[in-house]
């Protein structure tokens, strides 16, 4: 079975850290995901990544950075976090193939306050 | 740009009652259809799937097909259980590989006894 780590479940951090959210998977995936799940918007891509060392915005980009050095990590960077990205954090790997889908991790709920 | 439209909710039925969660895209070519559920607490988990027109995605009494014509691909369950009360998610993926999955906004479904 696929299996799609997140490091944290639950995190509380301080308006104005540098916040690190870490995904780690085990299938050889080549693309790579964050998205933010929040209730009446759904599920908002945030940055992906086709392969290592590349990366791609998403739909809401502004205030994140990301970092793929390694083919099985994805790490979420938050520079400097605000109170607006109190959010789940949804990871997700795919193969490089449009029929593949996407296999999620279990997310981590980040409480900034 | 893609898009995807699903009802919304919540969907509140008895248990064996018959289920159909709309979903319509927008898209240019000829995406992949996915769908997800996610149950409290817990990531997404992929339902079914379909690649191409006419197809038909079938798993756990879940079916949902392919429709081209209309550019539709509505869930149905012939008979729900308490234990499918979970959020259920309408997905595409583009015909390009390394493409990210474009979500609804999820549809909460409510089984009672």
């Known amino acids: 079975d696929v299996k799609v780590t997140q490091s944290s479940r639950y995190l509380v951090k301080r308006t104005g850290e540098k916040v690190f959210l870490e995904c780690v998977q085990d299938?050889?995936?080549?693309?790579m995901f964050w998205y933010r799940q929040d209730p009446g918007l759904g599920l908002r891509l945030i940055y992906f990544?086709?392969?290592?060392?590349?990366?791609e915005k998403g739909d809401i980009p502004e205030g994140y950075s990301v970092s793929r050095e390694k083919k099985e990590r994805f790490s979420l960077i938050l520079e400097s976090a605000s109170t607006n990205q109190t959010s789940m954090y949804l990871c997700?790997?795919?193969?490089?193939?449009?029929?593949?889908?996407?296999?999620f991790g279990n997310g981590t709920r980040l409480t900034v306050t | 740009g893609d898009s995807v439209t699903q009802m919304e909710g919540p969907v509140t039925l008895s248990e064996e009652a018959f289920l159909t969660i709309n979903c319509t895209y927008t898209?240019?070519?000829?995406?992949?259809l996915f769908w997800y559920v996610q149950y409290p607490g817990e990531g997404l988990q992929l339902l079914l799937k379909?690649?191409?027109?006419?197809d038909k995605g079938s798993n756990k009494g879940f079916e949902a097909t392919y429709r081209k014509e209309t550019t539709s691909f509505h869930l149905e369950k012939g008979s729900v259980q308490v234990s499918d009360s979970a959020v259920y998610f309408c997905?595409?993926?583009?015909?390009?590989?390394?493409?990210?999955?474009?979500f609804g906004k999820g549809t909460t479904l409510s089984v009672s006894s």
């Open positions: 997700a790997s795919s193969f490089n193939d449009r029929n593949s889908p996407l296999h």
């Open positions: 299938m050889d995936h080549e693309n």
């Open positions: 990544s086709y392969d290592v060392k590349m990366k």
């Open positions: 898209a240019t070519g000829y995406p992949s």
């Open positions: 379909a690649t191409k027109a006419d």
């Open positions: 997905a595409l993926r583009s015909n390009q590989a390394g493409t990210a999955l474009i």
